[in-house]
């Protein structure tokens, strides 16, 4: 019972690490996509309910512009099935 409860807590953990920040995914794309800095990668991604961070998590609509010129190309979650 130990090992299976032990298990099971296990693998949750894995699955939460596992998944990325969706500030960290925006970071990522900042830089990669912009050729902006870390540093001002981090300023942009801003939160709350208007943020760039919830813009680009949810891409209700893509570009998402972040500010400073900078726009950012999201994927839809739902529009890559099996891939």
Do not use: Y
Not at 1 to 10: Q, Y
Not at 68 to 78: D, L, N, P, R
């Amino acid at each position: 019972m130990r090992a299976l409860i032990l298990l099971t807590f296990g693998a949750a953990f894995i699955a939460n690490t596992a998944s990325a920040d969706p500030k960290e995914d925006l970071v990522k794309a900042i830089v990669e996509q912009c050729k902006l800095p870390q540093d001002k990668a981090q300023s942009l991604a801003t939160p709350g309910r208007t943020g760039s961070v919830v813009q680009f998590a949810l891409c209700s609509s893509s570009p998402v512009d972040v500010g400073e010129g900078c726009k950012v190309v999201c994927k839809k979650q739902g529009s890559n099935i099996g891939g």
